[in-house]
């Protein structure tokens, strides 16, 4: 299929505006409850891990040099002069055709430069050993900065902590951490159609979806999602809420009214707040058209679609990234996991637009399949269906059955 190059990169564009908004502060909570937080401080040792040598099987910590050519033929003969206690150092140093008793994690004594492992020894009598296999200095033995060597820079602010990296700060003896907080993140829905989840809509009424899966969205993004419910199609209702809401959040998300109809109020409310900078009104993007980005003072308020399916897409494919910044977090965008697949039938798509593609993932003799899921971004279903999304860029026309696709998965 044709292929042309556009110097425009829209949703480029969009992204290029985020160093406009600043994270919010940071606060110090305790390792344990760091899991997914934004770390806000480098980490540098200032110790070498483990701090000394230790055995990394039970044995004896002997001398390399005493055991070589040692064989169940031709044992080497060593003097038991000690033992090692876990969580002390040894007694004595090792000298040439002594051994120490060691365990695993236990220190190593001065002197010795290897362990054998018990398999490989025999104990004659309290003193005496046999050694069956010759070891080479090193062997099950982790130097005392093998680990992590003091004045290392072993993790970077703005990345996302782990259990991993949860545990190096245990070790580290980091009791608590400084990470940034959490921004919190305002959701408005709009429509005089909508009820509250707990109503039956009447006929011409529908229960009110995006607050929750926006919520929903935002907690996996790193935000706290704080909702408003549900305002009416009223200017003064909106703007009034709007006001509250953004005095009490970090980034506001409206959904509904974002397009062009009569009631379609968001825009108008936006533009009449104060200190208000209309960034974007229109993205050409499917779904998700009419996608509004403004800057209301430092804080970034949306207007994203009303249709259930292009609010979701619109937040996990931009607007999740501005949340990760203002969290923070330098590389919020690698948090998407993305499966190879091959594409189960043609899609048509149009130069000039992005195209994030609802599909299924099917496993099939161990190849995975990208199934597009088709119907109107108005329609749940086909994202309770979706694994992922496929992005069509702008400038591809298409893409064919059988191509290789990236499906980013909807978590
Ligand atoms: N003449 C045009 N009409 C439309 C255009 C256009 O360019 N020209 N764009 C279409 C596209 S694309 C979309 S997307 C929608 C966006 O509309 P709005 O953002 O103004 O949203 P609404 O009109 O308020 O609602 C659209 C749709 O979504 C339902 N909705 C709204 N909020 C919720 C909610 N919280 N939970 C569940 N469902 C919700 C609403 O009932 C409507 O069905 O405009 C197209 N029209
Ligand atoms: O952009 Mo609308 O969001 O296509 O359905």
Redesign the pocket.
Known sequence: MTKEFFTATPVKQVFDRIVEFVPVGTEKVPTAETCGRILATDVVAQTHLPGFARSTMDGYAVRAAATFGASESSPAYLEITDTVQMGMAAQAPVGNGQAAGIATGGMLPEGADAVVMLEHAAKLDETALEVYKSVAPGANVVAADEDVAAGQKMLAAGSRIRPQEMGLMAALGMETIRVFKKPVIGII???D??VEIGQTPVPGQ?R????YSLAGTVGQAGGIARTYGIVADRFDALRSTCTRALSETDMLLI???????TR?LTLEVIESLPDSQILFHGIPIR????TILAKIGQKALWGL????A?AMVVFDRIVARFVGHISGNALSYRQHDRITAELTRNLSSVQGRTDYVRARIVEDQGRFYAEPIPGP??LIRTLVEADGLIEIDMNTEGLEKGETVFVTLLR
């Open positions: 829905s709009t429509g159609e909508l529908i009110d979806v995006n607050t959904s509904g009214g974002s397009s062009v109809g379609d779904p998700g058209k009419p679609p009303g249709q259930i292009s971004s108005g």
